[in-house]
């Protein structure tokens, strides 16, 4: 009986100081749903590339939920998108090029009220070979890592604001 009073004890005493024992997290879960990605760009690839890449990014957090089960929704917007290539004065060819476009996301919360919006730029260089195939790939595949980078950048910001 002392050893079950004194443990009880020392739980009051170390939950009081903030200590929290493992498994027994109090902290209800942030859940998202992407209600819409619009995309004022000319290119259509971009639009599915950052709506696949965030729907990868709050499932790996476990951050992704369905309509009906979302703690917050999140809109994003792209637009002003730019390619950059510099020629090259030798040849008159172009051996890479940078593309840049602006990215918004709207969080609002389950009433409809707007909570949060972050803005950023996303660039990204790669280069420009006789393969097209191959450069889409490096393409896609240098845009996804930005894009991860700047969701990181999201979710660090508004973590502050939904997590109490």
């Known amino acids: 009986m002392k050893n079950i ?85 030798a040849t008159d060819q172009a051996s890479s090029t940078n593309l840049t476009f602006n990215l918004t996301m709207v969080v609002t919360d389950i009433e409809g009220k707007e909570i949060y919006t972050w803005n950023t730029t996303i660039s990204s260089s790669f280069s420009i070979t006789s393969n097209v195939g191959r450069t889409l790939q490096t393409r896609d595949s240098r845009l996804k890592d930005k894009i991860e980078d700047a969701l990181t950048s999201f979710r660090l910001n508004i973590s502050k604001r939904v997590y109490k």
């Open 5 to 89: 009073l004194l443990a009880a004890l020392l739980s009051l005493v170390l939950s009081s100081c903030g200590y929290t024992f493992a498994g027994f997290n109090n902290t209800i879960p942030v859940k998202y749903y992407i209600n819409t990605v619009q995309n004022d760009t000319i290119d259509s690839s971009i639009g599915d590339i950052v709506q696949l890449e965030a729907e990868r990014f709050f499932i790996e957090y476990n951050e992704l939920a369905s309509y009906k089960n979302a703690s917050y929704f999140i809109d994003i917007m792209i637009n002003t998108l730019e390619y950059l290539d510099p020629i090259l004065s």
